[in-house]
């Protein structure tokens, strides 16, 4: 969704080391989400920190990594996509609870260089920013050969290989047809029935797992955060 964003994706695609370090991008993105959203506030400085030397070099007379109207988007796309996730694994949150979600993933932007201000000011704006903004979206040529040679896998190890077919599928599935459509992914009646069973079953297995095995994730990215800082080195 981000990178449908001319300015966002032209940005990432001719600076980002995403497919020549794959893991370490996603590490660096994960320790972003979680830092934000369960570290302490000096933590979340130091993440912020780390994103801001990345950025640095990111500009161009098409985009600007520190534009807060870029950052807007990003925050707009990690919200959306925590959100879908948020229903399709705990049924529609009570108005309270959403509400409460979407006013805490305003940090994804104002973290950075985006004002308070920018946010829209509750979910009913937010949807007609959104719809908006997607009608005015479109995938530049550099940004879809990008796209093309991340989901191919770019440099990822050959022992998780064999994980790219359900990465490629997961992602046409979360997109909006509006983006899957733009960037030239297929769906067919096959991918809609496999998309409506895990529906089905998935959230249920994921609550048959342990709430430790569930938590995992974040807790390694944690604690990978909190090593380097320990250790002197940058956090992201």
Not at 29 to 37: D, N, P, S, V
Not at 154 to 179: D, H, K, N
Not at 199 to 227: E, I, K, N, Q, T
């Amino acid at each position: 969704m981000q990178l449908a964003h001319p300015a966002v994706g032209l940005g990432v695609a001719e600076h980002s080391a995403t497919l020549t370090r794959p893991l370490d991008r996603l590490r660096a993105t994960m320790t972003y989400i979680y830092a934000l959203t369960l570290g302490t506030e000096a933590e979340r400085r130091a993440v912020a920190q780390g994103v801001n030397r990345a950025h640095g070099p990111v500009r161009s007379d098409r985009y600007d990594a520190f534009d807060p109207e870029l950052q807007l988007w990003v925050a707009a796309t990690l919200y959306r996509g925590g959100a879908t996730l948020a229903e399709i694994f705990h049924g529609p949150l009570p108005a309270e609870e959403a509400e409460a979600m979407y006013r805490h993933a305003a940090i994804y932007g104002t973290t950075l260089q985006m004002p308070a201000s920018l946010w829209p000011a509750d979910r009913a704006a937010f949807e007609v920013y959104w719809e908006r903004t997607l009608a005015r979206l479109q995938v530049e040529p550099t940004v879809q050969r990008f796209v093309d040679a991340l989901l191919d896998g770019g440099a990822v190890p050959w022992w998780l290989r064999g994980l790219m077919p359900l990465q490629r599928f997961f992602t046409r599935a979360l997109l909006p047809p509006a983006l899957r459509s733009a960037f030239g992914l297929p769906w067919t009646a096959r991918d809609q029935r496999r998309w409506e069973r895990f529906l089905r079953f998935g959230p249920r297995f994921y609550w048959s797992l342990p709430r430790w095995l569930r938590h995992l994730p974040a807790a390694l990215v944690l604690r990978d955060m909190r090593r380097r800082l320990a250790a002197g080195r940058r956090p992201i």
